[in-house]
Nanobody, 121 residues
Framework: QVQLVESGGGSVQAGGSLRLSCAASGYIYRSTCMGWFRQAPGKEREGVAHVPGYGSTTYRDSVKGRFTISRDNAHNTLYLQMNSLKPEDTAMYYC???????????????WGQGTQVTVSS
């Protein structure tokens, strides 16, 4: 069983930065895809960034150049560095881990409880 716990959310002004962390307990295989997702009130959940066990990271277009996803396999931790934040980045951010990035996009895998990010203009 894998448990994921997010931290690092908060309230910032537009242009500010936050670093989200996701600590995973239980065994995370090197091949596991890990990712960050977000959901704003009244909107569907959307993928923000994925980092597969092998292969390249992917980002949604609206965060490219501003967000950076990384994983520390030795410590079972996933990060999301968010710079140049915009009000439209306001959402609950979730960490997820699964057999494949496709599976995460379908809602499968393990999910954390989320951490709130609020960006004011």
């Amino acid at each position: 069983q894998v448990q994921l716990v997010e931290s690092g959310g908060g309230s910032v002004q537009a242009g500010g930065s936050l670093r989200l962390s996701c600590a995973a307990s239980g065994y995370i295989y090197r091949s596991t895809c890990m990712g960050w997702f977000r959901q704003a009130p009244g909107k569907e959940r959307e993928g923000v960034a994925h980092v597969p066990g092998y292969g390249s990271t992917t980002y949604r277009d609206s965060v490219k150049g501003r967000f950076t996803i990384s994983r520390d396999n030795a410590h079972n931790t996933l990060y999301l560095q968010m710079n140049s934040l915009k009000p439209e980045d306001t959402a609950m951010y979730y960490c997820a881990a699964g057999d494949s990035c496709y599976a995460l996009d379908q809602g499968a895998g393990y999910w954390g409880q989320g951490t709130q990010v609020t960006v004011s203009s």
